[in-house]
């Protein structure tokens, strides 16, 4: 009972805000006449027809979460792999620093013309848009996960004798997780940009291919559902992390208030 208590209070508390928002967005624009801004119960009313009853999920949408989703797990791969490597060794984290720092340094979105050289305008360029951002904040994270393990526990791995894949895994990636979470925490934030960004660009579908396309025919009423339902996904995938968090990190988070009830 405590835990379905508990679930109910985070849920309640995550929906709060975005409920007094869009309340107060009702309410601001009830009487609207402007045409840039129109109310919010006309932009509701429309949703129905513009993406449910056209097909517009399963033409514009699905493939903008998809590509999401390969662009996202690949950087994962890379941040992750990368990070565990640099972060293991001093040598290869001083010989790496000073290109890591200049490529983070240039913005994604400078890179779609670059990209389109090479990938073409199809959906690889699209995925490795959405690598280009994300790998850096799971990549960075996990170097300073795996430079923050606790030397006392090193030392206690190779006393009993932990080497190889059962010291990477049992030892580095474990200590290193919160920061590794935290990582893909960023990089997905950062991926949901870069998806729209991409589709703004050479594009035949997408969520950020609508948008532009409403706003280019002036369909005010319709780019605001488009907007909408991107802020809906984003709060959806963001909740969808934040379980994966609670799941993957049961233990940190056990730990954390076991420390907490013994220092009272």
Known sequence: MSILRRVTRASLAALALP?????????????????YLP????????????????????????????????????????????????GSSRR???????VLEFLRAIPPPVLVPVLMLF????????????V???????????????RAVDEV?????????????????????RSASPQIVTGLRQGLSIGIILMVISEMFAASNGLGFSIIQFQRTFAVTEMW???????????????????????????????????RGGSR
């Not at 339902?229 to 233990?251: I, T």
């Open 153 to 173: 526990l090193v030392e206690t791995a190779r006393c009993y004798g932990l080497h190889g894949p059962s010291r990477l895994w049992h030892l580095v990636v």
């Open 132 to 146: 280009s951002g994300c790998v850096w904040p799971i990549l960075l994270n996990t170097v300073e996960g795996v």
């Open 19 to 35: 409920a007094v928002l869009l309340a107060l967005w009702w309410i601001l624009t009830a009487d609207s006449e402007s045409y």
């Open 225 to 259: 559902t488009g907007i909408l339902l991107l802020g809906l996904l984003g709060f959806l995938l963001a909740m969808l992390m934040r379980l994966f968090e609670r799941r993957a990190l049961n233990w940190y988070f056990g730990l954390r208030q076991a420390q």
């Open 92 to 98: 290869l984290r001083a010989f790496c620093e000073p």
């Open 39 to 86: 109310p919010l119960s006309d932009i509701l009313a429309a949703v129905d027809d513009v993406w449910l009853r056209s097909g517009r999920l399963g033409a514009d949408v699905l493939p903008s979460l998809l590509r999401l989703l390969g662009g996202f797990l690949l950087a994962v791969a890379l941040g992750v792999a990368l990070g565990i490597a640099i």
């Open 119 to 130: 990938a073409g305008i199809g959906d690889t360029m699209k995925v490795l848009v959405i």
